[in-house]
């Protein structure tokens, strides 16, 4: 059955360093998205992607994330200067369709620790 | 803006005993989807239920959707230990919001 994967698994950086999470959506998929989970704490949506483009973001989502589909496969997820409260599970989906009435299919995870 | 609430946060149950989560919602959904996230793991699609008092039932759960279509049930029949995880309902319309989730542990 195909799945979303995510890299790295766990990603450990300093405050103020850039990382990207990368994502790679079932192959066939047209929308992406990106939510975290903070330890404990529920599933916040940050960001949906179609066609090149951000769809919809939240306000957690501001100028420190960016998205990016670099190929037809990839998708990503830079935050250019992290901070602590950044620590958290980002979780990469995607859907056939758009959001409203299609399932999303969740990737494993990637666990970012801000020290 | 949308606010999706799930209560209880947490129970606990004894094996074979039932289980009932709720989700409300501020405003009407289109739809609402269930999600199961086991410890360390990632949220898994359960059902999605789109029609005004539709009741979805998937062996032991059974899910239903309100007249108005603001809120949502997902009830669990003799839990088995299986069953522990934590329980979210979801509305994607744009945004997608998630409720606060319904941790369940059953103890054997």
């Known amino acids: 059955e195909p799945e979303v994967t995510q890299t790295p698994s766990h990603q450990v950086t300093q405050m103020g360093q850039e990382v990207i999470l990368r994502c790679v959506p079932i192959?066939?998929?047209?929308?992406f998205y990106w939510y975290r989970q903070i330890l404990g704490q529920k599933v916040e949506f940050l960001v949906s992607?179609?066609?090149?483009?951000?769809?919809?973001k939240s306000e957690i989502f501001d100028d420190q994330f960016s998205v990016e589909r670099p190929d037809g496969s990839n998708f990503t997820l830079k935050i250019r200067s992290t901070k602590l409260e950044d620590s958290a599970m980002y979780f990469c989906?995607?859907?056939?369709?758009?959001?409203?009435?299609?399932?999303?299919?969740f990737g494993p995870g990637t666990r970012l620790t801000v020290l | 803006g949308q606010q999706v609430m799930q209560i209880p946060q947490y129970q606990h149950v004894q094996e074979g005993e039932d289980f009932t989560t709720y989700c409300n919602s501020s405003?009407?959904?289109?739809?609402i989807q269930w999600y199961k996230q086991r410890p360390g793991g990632h949220p898994v699609f359960l059902i999605q239920?789109?029609?005004?008092?539709e009741v979805k039932k998937q062996k032991r759960l059974t899910f239903q959707f309100g007249e108005a279509k603001k809120n949502s049930s997902l009830h669990i029949t003799a839990t088995q230990t299986t069953d522990v995880g934590t329980y979210f309902c979801?509305?994607?319309?744009?945004?997608?919001?998630f409720g606060d989730g319904t941790t369940l542990t059953v103890k054997p």
């Open positions: 989906a995607s859907s056939l369709r758009a959001g409203e009435g299609d399932t999303q299919y």
């Open positions: 192959s066939n998929h047209l929308y």
């Open positions: 992607f179609y066609n090149n483009e951000i769809s919809e």
């Open positions: 405003t009407t959904l289109s739809n």
């Open positions: 239920l789109v029609k005004s008092g």
């Open positions: 979801a509305a994607h319309a744009g945004k997608s919001t």
